[in-house]
């Protein structure tokens, strides 16, 4: 139950994040001074002031090589997660080598300034090394699996918050049994290759929390709905079965033209809550490739998803971690060839401008996060 006083400090805190964050959207060309968001302004304060995770996935030659990124990423996070850097492809250089560079330093960087830490991931069907196609057989699969998360997991044992152990074995769209995604998994070990992978785990690890992870689960489109279905089915399967997971991340790569997720998600969410099991938001961003108009109208506009976005989310209590998928639109996957907007100007899909400074989406995100008490 909230106290009054709680009541006063939340409406106090959310009208303050509110004025500045209208403030910066109406500004165009940011000629007016940037807001402060240090200290007690950071997202990474307010989240702690709810007793949330915010962070953010990080590069680890930018945290040794960017004092201005580093110092922007321990600024506003109280987690991070490799973007790429624990993937087989980074770990792996050879089947019988293992490059642990790029993940200790993230690692060894979260322990010096005190965040936690998300393993991402122990299997996948992307980021495989070169060598996988030529060397892992039916034969060897299940060992080869099995050895990779032992000494992965094993090397950062009681370190790690979770792991994403599983990553986006569900695609309805391959037309398999159960939903299963078309993998080299899948065809290699078999279909119990995602009970494998959380059994060994757990074995390797007792502490993480233990997470599937996947995307395009979030709306209530037809597509993304029959996905969703098939997720949930794979988890209540598990639990059944007395596999060990904890968690399920929702990526949350959100696109403008989309429909804004709701109801079918709120409702897997609490499905999810029934039966124990943790949500993260492990990925969040917005594509803007399709959407028109001025910089300061495609600001508005992002920043109107995240705050819709991360307030519905927040409010369910089995919720609380939400992580970005980067931290400044300077590094960002969605500028990759296939993610361009057809008039080359960049995406501005995370909280912070490629400048570093704070975008009208980092106060949505941060307001989002102050109604986390208001939401319980
Ligand atoms: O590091 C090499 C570099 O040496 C080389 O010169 C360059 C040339 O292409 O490639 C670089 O590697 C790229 C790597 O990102 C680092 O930038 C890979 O080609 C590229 O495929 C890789 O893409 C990553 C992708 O996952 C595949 O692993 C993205 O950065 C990363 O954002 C993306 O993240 C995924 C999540 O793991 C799972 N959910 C979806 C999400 C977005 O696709």
């Given at each position: 139950m909230?106290?009054?006083r709680?009541?006063?400090?939340?409406?106090?805190?959310?009208?303050?994040?509110?004025a500045t964050?209208?403030?910066?959207?109406?500004?165009?060309?940011?000629?007016?001074?940037?807001p402060?968001?240090?200290?007690?302004?950071?997202?990474q304060?307010?989240?702690?002031?709810?007793?949330?995770?915010?962070?953010?996935?990080?590069?680890?030659e930018?945290?040794?090589?960017?004092?201005?990124?580093?110092?922007?990423?321990?600024?506003?996070?109280?987690?991070?997660?490799?973007?790429?850097?624990?993937?087989w492809?980074?770990?792996?250089?050879?089947?019988d080598?293992?490059?642990?560079?790029?993940?200790?330093?993230?690692v060894?960087?979260?322990?010096?300034?005190?965040?936690?830490?998300?393993?991402?991931?122990?299997?996948w069907?992307?980021?495989?090394?070169?060598?996988?196609?030529?060397?892992?057989?039916?034969?060897?699969?299940?060992?080869?699996?099995?050895e990779?998360i032992?000494?992965?997991?094993?090397?950062?044992?009681?370190?790690?918050?979770?792991?994403d152990?599983?990553?986006?074995?569900i695609?309805p769209?391959?037309?398999?049994?159960?939903?299963?995604?078309?993998s080299?998994?899948?065809?290699?070990?078999?279909?119990?290759?995602?009970?494998?992978a959380?059994?060994?785990?757990r074995?390797?690890?007792?502490?993480?929390?233990?997470?599937?992870?996947?995307?395009?689960?979030?709306?209530d489109?037809p597509?993304?709905t029959?996905?969703?279905?098939?997720v949930?089915?794979?988890?209540?399967?598990?639990?059944?079965?007395g596999?060990?997971?904890?968690?399920?991340?929702?990526?949350?790569h959100?696109?403008?033209?989309?429909?804004?997720?709701?109801?079918?998600?709120?409702?897997?969410?609490?499905?999810?809550?029934?039966?124990?099991?943790?949500?993260?938001?492990?990925?969040?961003?917005?594509?803007?490739?399709?959407?028109e108009?001025?910089e300061?109208?495609?600001?508005?506009a992002?920043?109107?998803?995240?705050?819709?976005?991360?307030?519905?989310?927040?409010a369910?209590?089995?919720?609380?971690?939400?992580?970005?998928?980067?931290?400044?639109?300077?590094?960002?996957?969605?500028?990759?060839?296939?993610?361009?907007?057809?008039?080359?100007?960049?995406?501005?899909?995370?909280?912070?401008?490629?400048?570093?400074?704070?975008?009208?989406?980092?106060?949505?995100?941060?307001?989002?996060?102050d109604t986390?008490?208001?939401g319980?």
């Amino acid at each position: 139950m909230k106290t009054r006083r709680e009541f006063l400090r939340v409406a106090a805190v959310g009208a303050a994040a509110s004025a500045t964050q209208h403030l910066w959207a109406e500004q165009t060309g940011r000629t007016a001074a940037v807001p402060d968001v240090s200290g007690a302004n950071s997202l990474q304060a307010h989240a702690d002031a709810h007793g949330l995770l915010v962070g953010c996935a990080v590069v680890p030659e930018k945290l040794t090589g960017e004092p201005e990124y580093a110092g922007l990423v321990s600024a506003q996070s109280n987690i991070l997660v490799p973007e790429n850097a624990m993937k087989w492809k980074a770990l792996r250089p050879a089947p019988d080598k293992f490059n642990f560079s790029g993940a200790d330093t993230i690692v060894a960087f979260a322990s010096a300034h005190g965040r936690k830490v998300r393993g991402h991931n122990l299997c996948w069907h992307v980021a495989i090394p070169d060598w996988f196609a030529a060397t892992v057989t039916k034969d060897n699969a299940r060992q080869i699996l099995t050895e990779h998360i032992r000494t992965v997991a094993g090397r950062y044992a009681g370190k790690l918050h979770s792991w994403d152990v599983v990553n986006e074995a569900i695609d309805p769209k391959s037309g398999l049994p159960n939903g299963m995604r078309k993998s080299p998994w899948l065809e290699l070990v078999g279909p119990d290759y995602v009970d494998l992978a959380f059994r060994t785990a757990r074995e390797a690890d007792p502490a993480p929390l233990l997470t599937y992870n996947d995307y395009a689960i979030e709306t209530d489109a037809p597509d993304e709905t029959e996905k969703r279905e098939a997720v949930l089915a794979l988890v209540r399967g598990m639990k059944k079965r007395g596999v060990p997971i904890d968690a399920v991340g929702v990526q949350s790569h959100l696109k403008t033209q989309n429909p804004a997720p709701g109801k079918g998600l709120r409702d897997f969410v609490r499905e999810l809550r029934q039966m124990g099991l943790r949500v993260f938001v492990t990925e969040l961003d917005v594509d803007e490739k399709k959407l028109e108009g001025s910089e300061s109208e495609r600001d508005a506009a992002i920043a109107r998803i995240y705050r819709d976005y991360v307030t519905m989310m927040v409010a369910e209590p089995n919720v609380d971690a939400v992580l970005t998928w980067g931290i400044t639109d300077r590094y960002t996957w969605l500028n990759g060839p296939k993610w361009a907007r057809p008039d080359g100007k960049p995406q501005r899909c995370l909280p912070f401008y490629a400048d570093y400074e704070p975008a009208p989406a980092f106060f949505a995100l941060r307001d989002a996060v102050d109604t986390r008490l208001a939401g319980r």
